[in-house]
């Protein structure tokens, strides 16, 4: 990774309602009993600014060193705690870049609830693609989940807890709510998950292929030029 360009994400200053515990975060592992049992402990949480520290420091140490130079002895000096305190919690640092992406993404990504229980429109999707885009490109999480989805390729339990764990649940969330934008413009079409699920991924493709090899921020105009091509497309 290279320099950091901005302001880091920081965990501090969150109200406790923001702040997800290690339950919230393990419903998002795989679950599989033999996958449950390679995941990290999550272990008595005695001390929450050391846990918060340690998230902290993990994220700006990614930044600053890339993943290869990110160390468990590195974040236990930076976090000013001991390597047995991280231990106690995670199991690697994979193990905490993981636990860093659910925490951030599930706020940096989430959907705004429809006012008045109206259903998902176009121009929500339009927002998602575009707070997706910068996700990838400026946040920090984004920062992870490029190592992760990197490291990934070369690891096989990295590979499972990302996929099995949070981008299964994270594709499962945005195919329902796509579901939800085509059924809005056209209500007398049928729209099925195959379909939904094939439209996010041809409109998510482009910015993961951006962040991972281009290594450029996403243009809000072609952002939304390729989804108004989508539709027409849809409905020609």
Not at 71 to 87: D, F, M, P, S
Not at 111 to 121: K, L, N, R
């Amino acid at each position: 990774m290279g320099a950091d360009h901005g302001p880091r994400h920081r965990r501090d200053g969150r109200p406790a309602a923001a702040r997800k515990d290690s339950s919230a975060i393990a419903a998002t592992r795989p679950a599989d009993p033999a996958a449950a049992a390679e995941q990290p402990s999550s272990g008595p949480r005695r001390n929450e600014a050391a846990r918060l520290a340690v998230l902290n420091a993990t994220d700006d140490l990614l930044v600053e060193r890339g993943f290869e130079g990110l160390t468990i002895e590195g974040i236990a000096a930076r976090a000013g705690v001991a390597k047995q305190t991280i231990y106690r919690w995670w199991k690697s640092k994979v193990d905490i870049l993981y636990d860093n992406l659910v925490l951030d993404a599930g706020e940096a990504l989430a959907w705004p609830e429809p006012a008045g229980g109206a259903g998902y429109t176009v121009a929500e999707l339009r927002g998602y693609l575009h707070r997706f885009a910068a996700f990838l490109a400026e946040a920090p999480a984004g920062r992870v989940l490029q190592a992760l989805v990197g490291h990934a390729q070369l690891d096989a339990r990295t590979a499972e807890l990302l996929h099995d764990g949070f981008l299964r649940e994270l594709r499962a969330r945005d195919t329902e709510r796509v579901r939800a934008c085509l059924a809005e413009l056209d209500p007398r079409a049928a729209v099925g998950d195959e379909e939904a699920a094939a439209l996010l991924d041809a409109l998510l493709a482009p910015l993961y292929y951006r962040a991972l090899l281009v290594r450029g921020p996403a243009d809000p105009a072609e952002l939304d030029r390729q989804l108004d091509q989508a539709l027409r497309a849809r409905t020609a």
